[in-house]
């Protein structure tokens, strides 16, 4: 008798899986609470985030640094948020277990506070991912409040700021103790569930985590925050130009391409591809 490989049937490997518990707001504050390290990567495209989901990341951030490393930009700046919400639909549909969590791009969280809340709304409606993430600190407070009590569930972002790039003159370590603190804090208490915090000295990393109840999720922060964040791309090794001090590379995916398509044209030009087997 034939096997029942139908949908369904037993035969069928994933037909009795259930899908993994989803990371939440409330799972990553157990986490916190329970002294677990939180992960957090980038993606922009559906089999990135398929792989890193299946990898266990907790986090996948469909970030504004899509336009420097996707679009080849030189800042964050351009990316609109029509792209963001394209971007984001890519990867909520591909992840099972990750938190999906969506950068408001510039100038959606600096332009009047019912445009955020709007621009998070639809992040939520059109992408099913489920929070955004918000650059600023007490500046931000009543956006993020308001953000919040629409229903959005927020990622504060302190410490250096990319959409400020501008204004602070470049990308430097921020060192002013005394307003990242104050920052973390307002946002904690506008009812952010997480504080990212990019670009300042380990001490001041810790500071932070220790300031707040929230999870801290730091990049270019020092090892004392209760999660880290990098750019996929940078993690591993599909990236060009400059790289940052904070990036450790686990990978060299853009030599592996290299070395592939490398042999792909040699192939071609040899007239070994197609060959007998890749033939009808």
Known sequence: MAKNNSPGSQSDPKSNSKPPPRVTTRRLQKMRDDGKRISMLTAYDFPTAEVLDEAGIDILLVGDSLGMVVQGRETTLSVTMDQILYHAEMVARAAKRSMVLVDLPFPEGQLEISRSVQSSARVLQETTAHAVKLEGGAEQAKRIAAIVTAGVPVMAHVGL??????????????????????????????????VLVECVPSEIGQAITDAVSVPTIGIGAGPHTTGQVLVTHDMIGFNSGYLPKFVRQWGDVRQAIHSAATQYAHSIEDASFPGEDESF
Do not use: M, S
């Open 161 to 194: 700021r990319p959409q400020n790039i501008h204004v602070d003159g470049g990308y430097r370590v921020q060192r002013d103790l005394e307003t990242l603190l104050a920052d973390a804090k307002a946002a904690e208490d506008a009812g952010a569930f997480a």
